[in-house]
């Protein structure tokens, strides 16, 4: 039996929300091992003047306990 462990994040882009999930699975997977899924709880972005200039995305990153490791 897999045990699932959720840990909750916040990733930011200049690019768009898509590029701000897809830099934080990227950094986040340099030192989380077996990420398995992940979903998106919230996007949020920063105005300047007229202009979306910072975008935001709050993760529920999910990856499985290796119970063999030591």
Known sequence: ?????HLRVT??????WKDAVVQ????ASKTIDY???VTVLEQRAR???KKLV???VEL??????????D
């Open 60 to 69: 529920d990153l999910a990856f499985v306990i290796d119970r063999d490791r």
């Open 47 to 49: 105005i300047d003047g």
């Open 24 to 27: 934080t699975v990227l950094e």
């Open 35 to 37: 990420l398995s899924n």
């Open 11 to 16: 990733g930011t882009s200049t690019v768009s």
């Open 1 to 5: 039996m897999g045990i699932e462990k």
């Open 54 to 56: 910072e975008y935001y």
